[in-house]
Every structure is written in structure tokens, then in C-alpha cells.
T-cell receptor, first 111, second 116 residues
Framework: GQNIDQPTEMTATEGAIVQINCTYQ??????LFWYQQHAGEAPTFLSYNVLDGLEEKGRFSSFLSRSKGYSYLLLKELQMKDSASYLCAAPMNTGFQKLVFGTGTRLLVSP | EPEVTQTPSHQVTQMGQEVILRCVPISNHLYFYWYRQILGQKVEFLVS????????KSEIFDDQFSVERPDGSNFTLKIRSTKLEDSAMYFCASSEGLGLRTDTQYFGPGTRLTVL
């Protein structure tokens, strides 16, 4: 089976750094995705990790530890527009293309 | 930047009616998908489509659902006889399908379906 867990909600202030964690259990591993979703909008691709370590992309970085079944998304220099849900997702082992999503972490950035 | 488009943005229908949701995937992509998201819940996979046939479907995708690529650009999801519980946001997605085991899926803006 496949299970993805992430916190439901987080709050942070503008300019701060926030880390959103995700733990996963998969019968096979084909990488881990992070998407951003603003309310009422589509998920937007942020990052994909398949190897251990940190991938940095501007203000956003994503980390993966395959041995621990753990990933995090790091957002630096938070802006008000970063208020959104952040979805952790992993491909199902069977077809590699079926994404299984976590419930998402709703991040609220306050002034 | 190329993007996935979907029409309509909102669809209201009566229970038991048929609806067709339309999507135009990114032009050089080969894999197409439908997902749905019931309000306040997680995004759920419905179906993937490759080379003019369904490659994978979930238990949600029962006989009431069908997909079609009627021409070179459109990809549709049909719900034959809508139920109240079909009310959700439906997202179309596409990916390059280069033969890699996993590639990035890009989502359209969604169609909000309301069944009355």
C-alpha cells in the first residue's frame, strides 16, 4: 500500500523560513513530488526528488531521505503570496504515473 | 509557457444528467490524466491515458466514467449519469511520457462540477 502523511496546517510570518514535512510509505519508490495549490486553483509543480539530499530552487528547496521515508519542503523569505496548500505526492508503484497525494499542508503567512 | 487548459471552468448539472469535461493537454505531451478533488479533501487519481487507451484507472473510475481523445488536441472525461457525490473539482493533467518511469505532471485549472 501507499500512505503519505503531512501536517494539516502551519502558520508563519512574512520573511521567515518554514519547513513542511512529509512522511511516506510505499511498496516501491519512484520519487516524491511537491506541488503548491492556492485555494480553488490547480496544483502547480514545485519539485521532484528521486535521490537523497537537498534540491534548491530559488526560495524553495526540497529534501529527501529514502531510508527514512521522509521529505521536507523548505520555504525561505516567506511572502504573503506563499499562503497556499503544499501537497506531497508520490507515484504509485504499479504504473509509475498514478500520483497519490497527501492531504496537503495549509500554510498561512501573516504580516 | 505551454499550459493545460480546461473547459468549462464551472458546470452545474442535475443528478442523472450526462456531463462532458474538456481538456487540451500540453501539445507535445503523450500521457494524460484526470484527477478529482472533493471540497476540503485530497486530490484523487481517476485515470491515465496513453497511446489512445486507458493505461490505469482507480476504483472511483467505474462504468459511469469514460475518457476519449476525439481529435489531436482534446481529451475528455464523460460522466454518464451524474450523482450528488460526483460534485468536485476535476483536474486534467499531462506529462511528456518519454518512457521514463516517472515524469512530471502538469495540471490544468480545473472544472468545478456541481450536481444538484
Amino acid at each position: 500500500g501507499q500512505n503519505i502523511d503531512q501536517p494539516t496546517e502551519m502558520t508563519a510570518t512574512e520573511g521567515a523560513i518554514v519547513q513542511i514535512n512529509c512522511t511516506y510509505q510505499t511498496s516501491g519508490f519512484n520519487g516524491l513530488f511537491w506541488y503548491q495549490q492556492h485555494a480553488g486553483e490547480a496544483p502547480t509543480f514545485l519539485s521532484y526528488n528521486v535521490l537523497d539530499g537537498l534540491e534548491e530552487k530559488g526560495r524553495f528547496s526540497s529534501f529527501l531521505s529514502r531510508s527514512k521515508g521522509y521529505s521536507y519542503l523548505l520555504l525561505k523569505e516567506l511572502q504573503m503570496k506563499d499562503s497556499a496548500s503544499y501537497l506531497c505526492a508520490a507515484p504509485m508503484n504499479t504504473g509509475f504515473q498514478k500520483l497519490v497525494f497527501g492531504t496537503g499542508t495549509r500554510l498561512l503567512v501573516s504580516p | 509557457e505551454p499550459e493545460v487548459t480546461q473547459t468549462p471552468s464551472h458546470q452545474v448539472t442535475q443528478m442523472g444528467q450526462e456531463v462532458i469535461l474538456r481538456c487540451v493537454p500540453i501539445s507535445n505531451h503523450l500521457y494524460f490524466y484526470w484527477y478529482r478533488q472533493i471540497l476540503g479533501q485530497k486530490v484523487e487519481f481517476l485515470v491515465s491515458f496513453y497511446n489512445n487507451e486507458i493505461s490505469e484507472k482507480s476504483e472511483i473510475f467505474d462504468d459511469q466514467f469514460s475518457v476519449e481523445r476525439p481529435d489531436g488536441s482534446n481529451f475528455t472525461l464523460k460522466i454518464r449519469s451524474t450523482k450528488l457525490e460526483d460534485s468536485a473539482m476535476y483536474f486534467c493533467a499531462s506529462s511528456e511520457g518519454l518512457g521514463l518511469r516517472t515524469d512530471t505532471q502538469y495540471f490544468g485549472p480545473g472544472t468545478r462540477l456541481t450536481v444538484l
